[in-house]
């Protein structure tokens, strides 16, 4: 979920260059030790209603690198892969070696977190490759494969270590369920997959549908590879909503209205809901916004124990239409 259009419950200052600047963050009250800079949370936050922006106000069409078929990629892997160097290689894991030694917790790693934190995991090597890759990944396809990252030879932590410290170059790492976990691990539990009322997926080994993150960026890290399955399908929704506006504008704009539940699926603090209620496609604030998403088919099927009690609205007609449209683009 966009940024801009999450609710905040706490605030911090910070002192920069003679500059006080006062920014908006979730669970400030963390150990500071362990997360220097507060835990930041997206995603499971209703929106600010206010801010959200009707239909007529959407593009008829999105145009730019962000809209892409399959085709346009299939069959030419070096224009998203990108193979470490071993001089890469060696930046990245001496730089993982020297946090490891300094005896931080995972969660410390940052690139500048604020003046009085420096910068403790440096790539200089990388780092201009990684800003390049922020910017295409944000305002570009959207997507790049790593290769030859050496996680048989590194082992776990020092590979999280790595990992984590590639992703303070592109973003800021945020929790990822109620436990504020901020790395996730996709493995099967044996959790009951049919229980979706209160299972994620990725602990089962049930098939995953194509989904929305609740985040800007999203990583994945393969340490074991799959004796079967596994693999990763990813589609550029700026393609899908372009299909969508040509072929059932009606189910475009019932899309883009703030009647969509998704299940929290316990994950709330005291005196939250168990939902919460939003759109599956918006436009971010300001000028010239991006058009987002936000789907998971999980979570809106997921609750019909609140709506069989008159609780929130069944999906109607037009939204389960909406739906199955949605899916088979």
């Not at 499971?44 to 999105?62: A, G, M, V």
């Not at 436990?179 to 691990?185: Q, T």
Request: proline share 6%; charged share 25%; glycine share 8%.
């Amino acid at each position: 979920m966009a940024p801009a259009l999450t609710t905040s419950t706490a605030r911090t200052v910070q002192i920069v260059s003679g500059k006080t600047l006062t920014n908006s963050l979730s669970n400030n009250n963390a150990p500071k030790h362990v997360f220097p800079d507060g835990i930041k949370t997206s995603g499971q936050l209703s929106p600010i209603y206010d801010h959200l922006r009707p239909y007529s106000t959407f593009p008829k069409e999105i145009t730019g690198p962000t809209v892409w078929k399959s085709e346009d990629y299939k069959d030419n892997p070096e224009r998203w892969t990108h193979p470490f160097e071993d001089v890469e290689i060696e930046e990245l894991g001496e730089a993982a070696d020297a946090f490891i030694k300094s005896g931080r917790d995972l969660t410390g790693i940052a690139k500048v977190v604020a003046v009085l934190i420096p910068d403790n995991l440096p790539l200089p090597k990388l780092e201009r490759f990684l800003t390049s890759m922020r910017t295409e990944l944000l305002n570009g396809k959207g997507f790049i494969l790593f290769k030859k990252f050496p996680v048989q030879q590194w082992g776990l932590h020092k590979s999280a270590v790595a990992y984590m410290g590639l992703g303070t170059y592109l973003g800021y790492f945020v929790s990822q369920n109620g436990k504020g976990h901020v790395l996730g691990h996709v493995k099967d539990l044996g959790e009951d997959a049919t229980a979706i009322d209160r299972v994620r997926i990725y602990r089962t080994n049930a098939r995953q549908y194509f989904h929305a993150d609740d985040s800007d960026v999203v990583g994945l890290l393969c340490v074991a590879r799959a004796l079967e399955g596994g693999e990763s399908d990813i589609v550029s929704s700026h393609h899908v909503w372009n299909v969508l506006q040509r072929e059932r504008p009606d189910v475009a704009e019932t899309l883009t209205q703030p009647i969509w539940y998704f299940d929290r699926k316990g994950e709330t603090s005291k005196g939250q809901e168990d939902w919460i209620r939003t759109a599956v496609f918006y436009l971010e604030t300001g000028p010239g916004g991006r058009v987002y998403s936000k789907w998971d088919p999980y979570y809106i099927r997921s609750l019909t124990r609140f709506s069989d009690k008159g609780l929130i609205p069944p999906l109607s007609p037009a939204q389960e239409e909406a739906a199955s449209v949605l899916e088979e683009t």
